[in-house]
């Protein structure tokens, strides 16, 4: 399988504080990456940096064999202009743990807003895609309400579907069942799950252990900004070989 995501030497500080300390991470394509940590590790921050919402230090990031948020002139980076990185994100799906809905929009209204606006797609063809996408992830009955009448669960089903919309080659999670309640957490990843088994590539940060082990074909784990410790779930969950990724399981299992 090709690569899909090729993260090299990226470092990010905010003012003082050094966040990523020189992460180097592949995944390839059709493989779900699992990224654990505590809180402060640079798991978020790391994933924003895949799409160019936290612009990199040092270091390089590529999805698809394109880098991200640069053009390489004469050895050197230089940014891209502002609509030239919302190109590239559209080919980058990203849930956000609080979701990010339109309060104003329907539910399909939300689906179908970015590749309209974004990708130029006739909105009857946009909203027919969206009408499938809301079956996909369960909610066909919801399309015509709004965010504020739905759960948790269903609004991250609604953000999930918006970021399928796209058609992205990759998709990022940010903690996506961490503003849930428990009794919500299962509707979430039941969705991840069968992206995973149509083999959609993802990189998924969470505290979700159990799933974690069921559904990644990689385990990274993260602490004080560089990755510790990673491999195939079973080694890095039940047989872990560094002393700090022991000490984190233990507090979490």
Do not use: C, W
């Amino acid at each position: 399988m090709s690569v899909m995501v090729d993260i090299r030497s990226v470092h990010k500080s905010f003012g003082p504080l050094e966040v990523l300390k020189g992460i180097d991470l592949s995944v390839r394509a059709g493989e779900v990456t699992v990224v654990l940590g505590p809180s402060g590790s640079g798991k978020s921050t790391l994933l924003r940096t895949i799409n160019h919402l936290e612009k990199v230090d040092r270091g390089a990031v590529s999805v698809d064999g394109t880098l991200i948020g640069y053009r390489r002139v004469g050895g050197r980076l230089h940014e891209l202009p502002e609509r030239e990185v919302l190109k590239q994100r559209t080919r980058i799906g990203f849930v956000f743990q609080n979701f990010h809905l339109f309060p104003h929009l329907t539910v399909v209204e939300n689906v179908v807003e970015a590749p309209v606006s974004a990708l130029k797609r006739p909105r009857e063809q946009a909203v027919r895609d969206a009408r499938r996408l809301l079956e996909r992830v369960g909610l066909a009955d919801k399309a015509d309400a709004y965010p504020k009448q739905l759960s948790g669960g269903q609004q991250q089903r609604v953000a999930i579907a918006r970021a399928l919309a796209l058609e992205p080659k990759l998709l990022l999670f940010d903690e996506p069942t961490s503003a849930l309640d428990p009794e919500l957490v299962g509707e979430v990843l039941d969705v991840i799950r069968d992206l995973a088994r149509q083999g959609t590539t993802m990189i998924v940060v969470t505290h979700e252990i159990g799933f974690a082990r069921e559904v990644a074909d990689t385990v990274v784990f993260m602490a004080d900004g560089r990755i510790v410790e990673q491999g195939p779930p079973g080694q890095v969950l039940d047989a872990p070989r560094e002393e700090r990724t022991r000490a984190f399981l233990s507090k979490v299992l």
